[in-house]
């Protein structure tokens, strides 16, 4: 039977003879069923129809996964490379044979997190791919999981899932956003894998943070300076964002600066420039 995948978030649904009827994670307000209404990919018939996984390295440690032509959300996956093994960050919502030879080349993955649901992808497509890697879910965020499979196990607060490499609750966009740390990138300075949980903008010298993204839902000052404090509680100097976006150094003052920005407008202070 097929293996289904929302056309709009890519996210994976169980193998069943016909799609489901909805797709309960686009029909939340943080994301949207498109105006054509909601259709469905099989994996099969995406690997038929020419999909293809393209890896390339960010820098030392850390290697891109995007899928082309792109899918659903279209997010970038991070392959977070350590000698002690690798954690596989907001999974493709794709995934063939060549594109696992390549990442178990470049030492597989023991674990496999996303960062929020919309980032949840093909997790247990890709740990089984991979030998049955632990997916780790967001304990507050469990429900929104489609595909239950004993790989997935729930998780909150701060998790070291291997040395160097830690998980952390945020909240915010959802309960269970989160965010990861990767000590050793940066030349060892620190990387911050961020999600959605906050959303670096083109500029490089700017960070946004959004219920939804799409719908342009904000939070509220209040959230978005615990979002700011609970992420620049540890050390990092580089963010990179789900979508290419980078900032490239100093990157614990400028969500500092972004989150004070962002609390003046939404407080009103800035209301006479309006």
């Known amino acids: 039977m097929p293996l ?8 994976e649904y169980p193998e069943t003879q016909l799609p489901p009827d909805s797709c309960a994670i686009c029909e ?39 899928t082309q032509p792109s899918i659903g959300i279209g997010q970038t996956a991070v392959l977070a490379q350590t000698p002690e093994g690798n954690l596989l960050w907001d999974p493709p919502g794709f995934v063939d044979d060549a594109g696992v030879e390549r990442v178990r080349e470049l030492g597989g993955a023991a674990v496999i997190a996303a960062s929020h649901p919309h980032m949840f992808g093909a997790q247990v497509s890709w740990s089984r791919a991979l030998g049955g890697a632990t997916v780790l879910v967001s304990e507050a965020d469990r429900s929104w999981v489609r595909w239950e499979d004993p790989a997935i196990q729930p998780w909150s607060g701060q998790l070291e899932v291997l040395p160097g490499i830690t998980l952390r609750t945020i909240g915010g966009h959802f309960p269970g956003s989160a965010v990861a740390y990767v000590d050793g990138a940066a030349d060892r300075r620190g990387v911050l894998l961020a999600g959605d949980t906050l959303f670096p903008g083109p500029s490089g010298v700017w960070v946004t943070f959004m219920r939804s993204y799409p719908n342009a839902i904000p939070m509220s000052a209040a959230v ?24 490239e150094t100093d990157a614990r003052a400028v969500i500092r600066r972004s989150a ?12 006479h420039l309006t």
């Open 4 to 11: 289904w995948i929302c056309a709009a978030c890519a996210v």
């Open 260 to 271: 004070d920005r962002y609390m003046a407008w939404v407080s009103g202070e800035f209301d």
């Open 224 to 247: 978005v300076d615990r979002v700011a404090t609970a992420v620049i509680d540890r050390d990092f100097d580089r963010i990179y964002g789900n979508f290419g976006n980078v900032i």
């Open 28 to 66: 939340d307000e943080r994301q949207y069923v498109p105006r054509s209404g909601q259709a469905w990919h099989s994996l099969e018939q995406l690997r038929d129809d020419g999909f293809r996984l393209r890896i390339e390295p960010m820098e030392p440690g850390l290697t891109s996964i995007t």
